[in-house]
Structure formats: structure tokens, C-alpha cells
């Protein structure tokens, strides 16, 4: 069996997809199967053709797409990828399908009656996608993400500071940032000078959003580390013991940032909404706002309560979360009997 991966990358940019995809491909390919990335520079008819006569010789072809990368796109051509490999199988994981406008949605009508089946990585996108193509949740699986971010050996030093308090993912617009340096404007009001940081990907350094970022992380002495590798970033987050990440919708098992800190044995402070899986709740502490974040960050700090409030529902999660096992389950599907059975 010979696994071809389909996405998008664009040069300079970080996209977590793109990582989880990179993990994914690694893991399986330490066992016995093929497996290569095409990382396609953009969407088109001509992309499909040049696709389906690369692969057109080759043997036992599963041909999964990640879906969105950046770098993608509005084309309606991934949704195309059945016609252009008729005789291979198909796969897609949906990343975010709630977030999709009505026509992107739709782009992928003929995927659901064909013989394309579908990955998501949780519940609740899995429940959407049924809603809007209930014949094909017949033909859909969910496979949780694992940590794009691997644990590299880290010896803290004696001198360093106990706690540091984070803000990692991209710097973007409604991705929590902005709770995030109010969080530490209520920490500095109330003089606590805990060590702040923020980590993650500066997609558009000259935005209203990054001056803003900057400006704020002067005033307040927060750390700006920006557009680190991925063994840098281990490294901060090693040095770190708790993450305020704020996601507007609510955490869950999607959210590739906050699963990396609990891997790192961070502190994460976030937002629980009722999509929030158990383990997530049981493993996190909830944030109603910037304010009542701040009382929890300082609780943690001064030992009132534990960083994690139920360990062992973060155990049983994390391991099943394990590269390994996500391989494993991936393997399973791909070699499934038929592209139209039932997925367990």
C-alpha cells in the first residue's frame, strides 16, 4: 500500500495542518507502509491531471487529503480528486468543516455519494458534517489529533523561574490573543510580575493586530518569541508552566496548541463551551473571562490549586493520543475492505 498525502503549503508560513500532516506521515512510515507527502503550491484541474498521471502505474494508491491548508484556497478542485483517481481510494479529514461557508460545504456533495470516505478529528465536526450529508456519516471515522510539537529532552535550569505563563498558536485575529494580553494587563494591575510570553506563528507582522501584540508586550514585559522551529518552540514551552488559551469557541480535541502544552506538562487555562469534550474539562481549567483567568493563573502560581484538575483523565487521553496508536488507526482504515463500508 503506498499512502499519498495531499496538501497545500505556502513558503515562510506555518500551518498546523501542514505539521499534523508531516507527524502523521512519519508515524506511519515507520512501519511497513509507503507513504509520500505532495505538497501542491495551489488547486487546479491541471494539478488533479498531473496527480492522477503521476500515480496512474502505481499499486494499491490511497490517495488523503488534508482539508484546508493554507495556500488552498477557494478552488473546487480538491472536491474533484474522486474523478481524477477513479480507481484508487479516497480520503479526506475535514479540519474545522463547521467554519466552512454553505458553498464550500457543497463543493464536496459528489465526495459524499461517491467513494470518498471522510476523517474528523472529533465529535462534534463529525455531527456537522452529518447534518449536511447525513447519508455519508456511514462512511466517516474520527481519529484524534496528535501533538505537532514533540517533547525534545530539556534540562531546566536551577536559576530559571518557577512559572512563566504563555500564549501559544498563531497571532491572528479571534484566535484568543487579544484575552490573552488583557489576562496579563489584569496580572500586572494587580502587581504580579509573573514572566509572560507569547509564542507562536506572526502570519502578517505589519497588521493592526501585530503592532497591537507589540506594543502591549513592551508596555507589560511580555516576551515575544515568534516563528520558532519546532525544537525551539519545545524548548519555550518547556521553560514555561501555564498557557492562557482563550479560543473563542471553546476548547477541544481540534485545538493542536493547547494538546502540545498539556504534552509538555503545562498548566492550561482556556475556554470550556458545550462542545468541550470531558477529558478537555476534566484536564484544563476554564477561563470565563480575562479577569477570572487571572485569578486562576494566580492561584496555580501560588500552589492554591493543581495545575491539572483530574491527572488521570490527562493520561488515559494523552496516550491514546500517542503518534503510534493515531498511526495504527489511520493503517486500520486505509486497508478496510471497500471504500464504502462502515468505519468503526
Not at 22 to 45: C, F, M, N, Y
Not at 99 to 108: A, D, E, H, P, V
Not at 162 to 170: A, E, N, P, S, T
Not at 200 to 206: A, K
Request: aromatic residues 10%.
Amino acid at each position: 500500500m503506498h499512502i499519498v498525502y495531499l496538501v497545500t503549503s505556502e513558503k515562510d508560513q506555518q500551518c498546523g495542518v501542514v505539521d499534523y500532516t508531516r507527524q502523521l506521515a512519519h508515524a506511519i512510515s515507520d512501519g511497513e507502509t509507503k507513504v509520500t507527502i505532495e505538497e501542491l503550491p495551489s488547486w487546479s484541474l491541471n494539478a488533479l491531471i498531473r496527480l492522477r498521471d503521476k500515480y496512474k502505474n502505481g499499486d494499491r494508491i490511497v490517495f488523503h487529503l488534508q482539508y484546508p491548508t493554507l495556500g488552498m484556497g477557494k478552488s473546487f478542485a480538491p472536491a474533484l480528486l474522486d474523478f481524477a483517481s477513479k480507481s484508487n481510494k479516497i480520503f479526506i479529514t475535514f479540519h474545522e468543516f463547521e467554519q466552512f461557508s454553505l458553498i464550500r460545504k457543497s463543493y464536496f456533495l459528489f465526495s459524499s455519494l461517491l467513494n470518498t470516505s471522510f476523517i474528523f478529528t472529533n465529535e462534534y465536526e463529525q455531527e456537522q458534517f452529518a447534518s449536511f450529508f447525513p447519508w455519508a456519516k456511514k462512511k466517516s471515522v474520527i481519529i484524534p489529533i496528535g501533538n505537532n510539537i514533540s517533547a525534545i529532552p530539556f534540562q531546566k535550569k536551577i536559576d530559571a523561574p518557577q512559572h512563566r505563563l504563555i500564549y501559544f498558536g498563531q497571532i491572528a485575529p479571534n484566535k484568543g490573543i487579544e484575552e490573552y494580553l488583557e489576562t496579563v494587563c489584569c496580572l500586572r494591575a494587580a502587581k504580579n510580575h509573573l514572566p509572560c510570553a507569547i509564542i507562536g506563528g506572526l502570519v502578517t507582522p505589519s497588521s493592526e493586530l501585530a503592532q497591537k501584540v507589540q506594543t502591549m508586550a513592551e508596555k507589560y514585559n511580555i516576551e515575544c518569541l515568534f516563528n520558532l522551529s519546532s525544537e525551539d518552540v519545545s524548548q519555550e514551552l518547556h521553560k514555561s508552566s501555564m498557557a492562557y488559551l482563550p479560543f473563542p469557541s471553546g476548547v477541544g480535541d481540534k485545538r493542536g496548541s493547547a494538546l502540545a502544552c498539556l504534552k509538555h506538562d503545562l498548566g492550561v487555562i482556556t475556554k470550556h463551551s458545550e462542545h468541550t469534550p470531558q477529558w478537555w474539562t476534566e484536564s484544563t481549567h476554564h477561563g470565563e473571562n480575562a479577569q477570572h483567568a487571572a485569578v486562576i493563573i494566580q492561584a496555580i502560581s501560588s500552589g492554591e490549586i493543581n495545575k491539572v484538575p483530574v491527572p488521570s483523565a490527562l493520561k488515559q487521553a494523552m496516550d491514546d493520543r500517542e503518534w503510534c496508536n493515531i498511526a495504527r488507526v489511520h493503517t486500520e482504515v486505509y486497508t478496510m475492505v471497500g471504500n464504502t463500508c462502515l468505519l468503526k
